[in-house]
């Protein structure tokens, strides 16, 4: 009788383990939010370069960088393949030294859109754990409250790597992605399949 019950959970789990939930033309509507983001990374360089080109005249110091909101549509165009385009703002600050003195605030907001792809090598209706490449344009705009005028908000070409991400839930469910870009290293959200 053991032995019968549990062949039956087996057959059952096996089912519901490569049920696909993936299948070509399912939609996908998801927010979320990131932290340690690619932006960060630029904004980092930028200030390392600044502070070389003046001599150490022109420093910046207590950078707070915001968490990235995003909203995500993905497309299935194939059993566990999706497409999808992105959208993420972003917000940071920092204080700006010439020649040791305090002399102002720069306040950066980031609007970045993707395009990517990802592979879900485990799709149940359940369960999805999948991994993923995107390339984007980001776009920034800096105001600054010190004397002189704001400098020029400027552009330049973002991505995202995902190297795991995990979606649990049926219809409605959470997710968490970990990788690299301009989503964050770690970013979590909810998702809505259709």
């Given amino acids: 009788m053991k032995k019968q019950l549990l062949l039956s959970i087996f057959i059952v789990f096996g089912f519901a383990i490569t049920g696909q939930a993936q299948e070509k033309g399912t939609s996908d509507i998801s927010f979320s939010v990131g932290a340690a983001t690619s932006t960060d990374l630029a904004n980092l360089f930028t200030d390392v370069l600044t502070g070389g080109f003046t001599g150490g005249q022109i420093t910046t110091q207590n950078m707070n960088a915001g968490p990235t909101f995003g909203l995500t549509y993905r497309y299935a165009v194939a059993k566990r393949w999706m497409v999808y385009a992105d959208g993420f703002y972003q917000k940071m600050s920092q204080d700006v030294y010439v020649s040791g003195a305090k002399n102002g605030e720069l306040d950066y907001s980031y609007i970045t859109v993707g395009l990517g792809t990802d592979y879900r090598y485990i799709s149940s209706s359940f369960f999805q754990m999948y991994s993923g490449i995107a390339v984007a344009y ?54 809505y399949q259709f």
């Fill in 138 to 191: 980001t776009s920034e705009s800096v105001d600054y409250s010190g004397p002189g005028s704001s400098p020029n908000g400027d552009g330049f070409v973002n991505y995202q790597l995902n190297a795991l991400g995990f979606r649990v839930g049926k219809s409605l469910a959470g997710f968490a992605e970990f990788g690299f870009g301009y989503k964050g290293i770690a970013s979590a959200g909810i998702s």
